[in-house]
């Protein structure tokens, strides 16, 4: 009997595209550049109430402060891309990010008004850098057949960031100002770090320049960009879209606070060292919010104590007295027409004028 041997068959495994592969993780490696940048553009933005108290400035001055990252932002995008584009992405990423770390050496260790300003600026220049070199650096790591994903992760990133900035202030201020520490050097600290990961990667990204093609005689100037009249139409449709989103974010970001606190009529920051008195209002609830360090509500039907992040309502006609064994902050919460120690008078009692006075 006669056999046959049938041929045996093996299916070799598919070739892994390594390069396809490493082009990816240099996009997100890439677009996370972009975020680092982006949580420095809004991590200030909890700080502006102790800035303000602590400096004693309006909010005009804050108007002032915001306008400076503005000018910045405005003054370098037109540019950045084009520089980029003649000498190379690295050698403008990286002053980008040196700036960055200067505003952030300029918030953590501020002493006036016009730190801030300065800071403000250095990181309005950053961020415009990193919108048009940064981002043109993601989509040529990623190459022509990765665009949409690097555009994508580049998007996502920056979003990402911009959240990411003021959560990064709240969770550091909340857990270090019950030690009664200054939270923007730990904050600005923290990002710093997140700077130079940056560096390191905008180093290491495999960038390969590409000198701009020029017509013969042609010399290579910054101009400003423009836009071919068939495309004016749909650049305006797409401003019109999204200005008033991105503009009405920022006036929330900048004068919120401030706004609010006029428009409810509150007082805002307080410090308190010792026992004050025991009065009650009558009208008037009253919140305590603490900020840093610790206080103790002593009321008849017993106390109340709270550190930091803690929040506490006293109704209205509840006879209590605030004591703090240390020196604590806290925010108030009332009218500001509440007077401070009700209808008692002790030699710690401030008159409505010197309660809205800035700290």
């Known amino acids: 009997m006669n056999s046959t041997t049938q041929p045996s068959l093996s299916i070799a495994p598919a070739p892994i595209d390594t390069k396809r592969q490493s082009e990816t993780h240099w996009i997100w490696l890439g677009a996370a550049v972009i975020t680092a940048v982006f949580v420095l553009s809004n991590s200030a933005t909890p700080l502006y109430v102790r800035w303000q108290h602590r400096f004693d400035f309006s909010s005009g001055m804050l108007t002032s402060i915001f306008a400076a990252y503005i000018g910045g932002l405005l003054g370098t995008l037109p540019f950045a891309g084009q520089l980029s584009d003649r000498y190379g992405r690295k050698p403008v990423i990286l002053p980008g990010l040196v700036l960055a770390l200067v505003a952030c050496g300029l918030y953590a260790l501020a002493h006036s008004v016009a730190?801030?300003?300065?800071?403000?600026?250095?990181?309005?220049?950053?961020?415009?850098?990193?919108?048009?070199?940064?981002?043109?650096?993601?989509?040529?790591?990623?190459?022509?057949?990765?665009?949409k994903l690097a555009s994508l992760a580049s998007s996502v990133c920056m979003v990402l960031g911009a959240g990411a900035g003021p959560l990064l202030a709240g969770i550091v201020s909340t857990g270090f100002s019950e030690q009664g520490a200054d939270p923007a050097p730990w904050i600005f600290g923290i990002e710093g770090i997140v700077l130079l990961g940056a560096m390191t990667i905008v180093w290491k990204m495999p960038l390969i320049r590409r000198a701009p093609k020029l017509k013969e005689g042609e010399q290579h100037t910054l101009h400003l960009p423009s836009i071919h009249r068939s495309n004016r139409g749909r650049l305006m449709q797409g401003i019109a879209v999204f200005a008033?989103?991105?503009a009405s974010t920022s006036f929330v970001l900048a004068l919120g606070p401030s706004l609010l606190s006029?428009?409810?009529?509150?007082?805002?920051?307080?410090?308190?060292h010792g026992s004050l008195a025991w009065h009650s209002h009558e009208e008037e609830d009253e919140l305590f919010y603490i900020l840093s360090g610790r206080l103790r509500i002593e009321m008849e039907a017993g106390s109340v104590d709270?550190?930091?992040?803690?929040?506490?309502?006293?109704?209205?006609?509840?006879?209590?007295?605030?004591?703090?064994?240390?020196?604590?902050?806290?925010?108030?919460?009332e009218r500001k027409s509440t007077l401070h120690t009700g209808n008692v008078t002790t030699e710690k009692t401030r008159s409505l004028a010197e309660q809205l006075r800035p700290l």
């Open 262 to 272: 006029r428009r409810l009529h509150l007082n805002s920051l307080a410090k308190v």
């Open 244 to 246: 008033p989103g991105l």
């Open 306 to 333: 709270l550190c930091a992040g803690d929040a506490y309502v006293v109704p209205r006609g509840v006879r209590h007295n605030p004591v703090a064994d240390e020196e604590c902050l806290l925010m108030l919460i």
């Open 115 to 147: 730190w801030l300003i300065v800071a403000r600026l250095l990181t309005g220049v950053a961020v415009g850098v990193i919108v048009s070199a940064g981002m043109a650096a993601v989509i040529d790591v990623g190459g022509p057949e990765n665009r």
